[in-house]
């Protein structure tokens, strides 16, 4: 009930291309729920997060839906670009309290010119 | 934005050894911070959770006498690996937690120690 479930484990897109990945979660407590962007060597650095009282959010190129009911999030990347080539992570965790982030496996996008 | 500035970067040691990494809040009191590690094309690993003041708190199957965990003032948290093995070979990440408002909580992470034991 813990896990956060993450697919598909490697992506391939093409510039100017929609980057589409998604994670479902068992854990009803969860109500906090963050993308995270990493290169390699790097640590991870948030890109967008949301919570359940929306059902989508986007910042620039990025766009987070979010299905309450299905238990299940998704981050949209519009436009890809060679730039966004890294590995993404969906966490999520209960708001408030310094709860530990539960995170999925991980996705690799590679954005192709 | 908040800064997690963690340190060194990437380290190489000898078996049997000890490894001081330390991470710190630059610009924010952290009240507990988060070690994890993480195996090349895998995901994070949470090996425990450090709270200012107090005990750190591990995850099951990490051997809290190997791992020793410190985190003596709201801007530093450090961990040390004793006794380091080849297998100990990791890239070892920190994060540190801060509610910024009602929406966002942000959990910010440090750049990330490269680990060697030769």
Redesign the interface.
Request: proline share 9%; no cysteine.
């Given at each position: 009930q813990q896990q956060v479930k993450q697919s598909p484990q490697s992506l391939i897109v093409q510039k100017g291309g929609i980057s589409i990945i998604n994670c479902a979660y068992e854990n009803t407590a969860f109500d906090?729920f963050?993308w995270?962007q990493q290169f390699p060597?790097?640590?991870?650095?948030?890109l967008i997060?949301i919570?359940p009282d929306v059902s989508e959010k986007k910042e620039g190129r990025f766009t987070i839906s979010f299905n309450k009911s299905a238990k299940q999030f998704s981050l949209h990347i519009m436009d890809s670009q060679p730039g966004d080539s890294a590995t993404y992570?969906c966490a999520a965790t209960p708001?408030?309290g310094?709860n530990?982030?539960i995170?999925?496996?991980?996705t690799?996008l590679a954005v192709h010119p | 934005g908040a800064v997690v500035s963690q340190h060194p970067s990437w380290v190489i040691c000898k078996s049997g050894t000890s490894v001081k990494i330390e991470c710190r809040s630059l610009d924010f009191q952290a009240t507990t911070m988060f070690w994890y590690r993480q195996f090349p094309k895998q995901s994070l690993m949470l090996m425990a959770t450090s709270n200012e003041g107090s005990k750190a708190t591990y995850e099951q199957g990490v051997e809290k006498d190997k791992f020793l965990i410190n985190h003596a003032s709201l801007t530093l948290s450090t961990l040390t690996v004793t006794s380091a093995h080849p297998e100990d070979s990791s890239f070892y990440i920190c994060s540190a937690a801060q509610q910024q408002n009602r929406l966002d909580y942000g959990y910010t992470f440090g750049s990330g120690t490269r680990l060697t034991v030769v």
């Open positions: 906090y963050p995270y060597g790097k640590g991870p650095a948030l997060a919570r992570f708001f408030g310094y530990k982030l995170f999925g496996a991980g690799r | -």
